[in-house]
């Protein structure tokens, strides 16, 4: 059982920086991949970021490349998203995820993961 908890969320003016952090328990380095995903109030989750484990390759979505960026700290098994030039368009409830079985998913994709946290807010205001 992996237990997480997200935390770092707010409220920030456009262009602003926040920093999130995903705290793991339970967690065990058999995961493939760790992710952030994001969902606004009437739209679909989607993939932010997110690590594969096995090479360590790490992945963004295009709306976020250049602005965020995804890192762990194995020693804390403690997942982070450095999130700067905030946009009014990145409010959502982040979590974050781990895939702990290898599926035919690719990592920035939430079908795959099999644990997830219960979100921190963002809010980007403009």
């Known amino acids: 059982q992996v237990h997480l908890m997200e935390s770092g969320g707010g409220t920030v003016q456009a262009g602003g920086s926040l920093r999130l952090s995903c705290a793991a328990s339970?967690?065990?380095?058999?995961?493939?991949?760790m992710g952030w995903f994001r969902q606004a109030p009437g739209k679909e989750r989607e993939g932010v970021a997110a690590?594969?484990?096995?090479?360590?390759?790490?992945y963004y979505a295009d709306s976020v490349k250049g602005r965020f960026t995804i890192s762990q700290d194995n020693a804390e098994n403690t997942l982070y998203l450095q999130m700067n030039s905030l946009k009014p368009e990145d409010t959502a409830m982040y979590y974050c995820?781990?895939?702990?079985?290898?599926?035919?998913?690719?990592?920035?994709?939430?079908?795959?993961?099999?644990?997830w946290g219960q979100g921190t807010q963002v809010t980007v205001s403009s």
């Open positions: 995820a781990v895939q702990t079985m290898s599926t035919a998913y690719p990592c920035l994709v939430d079908r795959g993961y099999n644990y």
């Open positions: 690590i594969y484990r096995r090479d360590y390759k790490l």
């Open positions: 339970g967690y065990t380095y058999s995961s493939h991949c």
